[in-house]
């Protein structure tokens, strides 16, 4: 199993650009997760979902959008990038809300 | 308050060394508690769950006082792998979304 992986690892973004952070798990995990990490702030969750086609909203979610289509993908779209988001994004999955979250590498973008 | 409260350190301890972590979490009706690692550039992974009994892991100890609201991870005969930074995560109330501490940074050296 590859577990929790994030697509791209890097990317560098100018002002107003749209992305998509792809995040995949083949674990067959209900629940999802989208954090971003910055310097003295910690782990801040943007987006999660609960189950194949449901989303909501987390601790920091303006800016984001998600989308479940599928159970074992998670998408996190930016429409208009803004230097604020340049951070440091992991995406996390558990298969029950009991157990604990298992996170991909992470996905490193730069907004200038 | 901040709802998970960690000191930041660093920690900068010699091989061989006990360190503990202190955490205070703000919410009571907190369900789980957790200690995740996470190294440089790299993501958390759990470390350990912290139960109200308290609980080890070879080297390491975690205990829970809820009645105070605090955590603890006690980490003895520390090694240089050890170095990381150390999060305080708890599970809020409701569905499954943490909580994480902002984290205490740990640097063994030789």
């Known amino acids: 199993n590859a577990g929790v992986t994030q697509t791209p690892k890097f990317r560098v973004l100018k002002t107003g650009q749209s992305m998509t952070l792809l995040c995949a798990q083949d674990m067959n995990h209900e629940y999802m997760y989208w954090y971003r990490q910055d310097p003295g702030m910690g782990l801040r969750l943007i987006h999660y979902?609960?189950?194949?086609?449901?989303?909501a909203k987390g601790e920091v979610p303006d800016g984001y959008n998600v989308s479940r289509l599928k159970k074992q993908n998670f998408l996190l779209g930016l429409e208009s990038a803004a230097p604020s988001q340049t951070s440091v994004y992991f995406c996390a999955s558990t298969r029950d809300r009991s157990e604990t979250q298992y996170f991909g590498p992470g996905t490193r973008l730069l907004v200038l | 308050r901040k709802e998970v409260e960690q000191d930041p350190g660093p920690f900068n301890v010699p091989e061989g060394a006990t360190v503990a972590f202190n955490c205070t979490y703000s919410n009571s009706a907190s369900q789980s508690f957790f200690w995740y690692r996470q190294d440089c550039r790299k993501e958390p992974k759990l470390l350990m769950s912290v139960y109200s009994s308290g609980n080890e892991d070879g080297r390491f100890t975690a205990q829970l006082n809820r009645a105070s609201q605090y955590i603890s991870l006690l980490i003895r005969d520390s090694k240089l792998s050890d170095s990381a930074t150390y999060l305080c995560?708890?599970?809020?109330?409701?569905?499954?979304?943490?909580?994480f501490g902002k984290g205490t940074m740990l640097l063994v050296s030789p």
């Open positions: 995560v708890v599970r809020n109330s409701g569905y499954s979304t943490l909580t």
């Open positions: 979902s609960v189950g194949e086609g449901t989303t």
